[in-house]
């Protein structure tokens, strides 16, 4: 299976504090998106980022990728109560064209 | 320029029912995906279409599930026969090409409760 295992499975910090989340995964990709779940809603784009890209930014959020480790990082800087969701990494691997989502991983952030 | 549209937001069905799930892609975008999800866990991936045509089935069940995205309207996903075990979410995407090149943009889902 493709599918990616995030690290850590839950996360609880304090406001201002910086919160990283780990993507694992098993295949050769195309690209690997980033993805946020609030509590019962929709998924909201993030970041997406290409197999020859090593690193992404925006506003607060930075993507790392490490294609011979198989592996993604999201890192949300000074974080903040309204970051408190679930966020899921996505792949797409090489030769098809369905994202494939990891397990997610639940931030919650305190005030 | 409206998101990917998904109606009903919830719906609730008898055992042995059909349920009918609409997907009404962002304006421009031919490439739609459906996915479910059950409470806690991650997003399932079920079936990839563009118009007219299946492109990707592999993750739906053999049985009861069928999906379309007819030329004019909006992608339909169907399942007869409903069992307890169908209740949860289902998300539909739309992109304007390939998931290889593009983000997905997902509606707000549909709750699907089998009682």
């Known amino acids: 299976s493709q599918q990616g295992e995030e690290d850590p499975q839950a996360l609880s910090i304090q406001e201002g504090e910086n919160a990283t989340m780990n993507c694992s995964y098993k295949?050769?990709?195309?690209?690997l998106q980033w993805y946020r779940q609030n509590s019962g809603r929709g998924l909201v784009h993030l970041i997406l980022?290409?197999?020859?890209?090593r690193e992404k930014h925006s506003g607060r959020l930075r993507v790392t990728l490490d294609t011979s480790k198989k592996s993604s990082s999201l890192l949300i800087t000074a974080s903040r109560a309204a970051d408190t969701a679930s966020y899921f990494c996505a792949t797409v691997a090489y030769n098809t064209d369905k994202l494939i989502f990891g397990t997610g991983t639940r931030l919650q952030v305190f005030p | 320029n409206a998101g990917v549209m998904q109606n009903p937001r919830h719906l609730v069905r008898r055992r042995g029912q059909e349920a009918r799930l609409r997907c009404s892609p962002m304006k421009g975008h031919s490439h739609v995906y459906w996915y479910r999800q059950l409470p806690e866990e991650g997003l399932k991936f079920m079936v990839y279409?563009?118009?007219?045509?299946?492109?990707?089935e592999s993750g739906m069940p053999k049985e009861r599930f069928s999906a379309e995205f007819p030329k004019e309207g909006p992608s339909i996903l169907r399942i007869q026969q409903v069992v307890r075990g169908d209740s949860a979410a289902y998300f539909c995407a739309s992109s304007p090409s390939t998931s290889g090149q593009s983000e997905a943009f997902f509606g707000q889902g549909t709750r699907l409760t089998v009682v």
């Open positions: 295949t050769s990709i195309n690209n």
């Open positions: 980022i290409r197999s020859n890209e």
């Open positions: 279409l563009q118009k007219e045509n299946i492109i990707d």
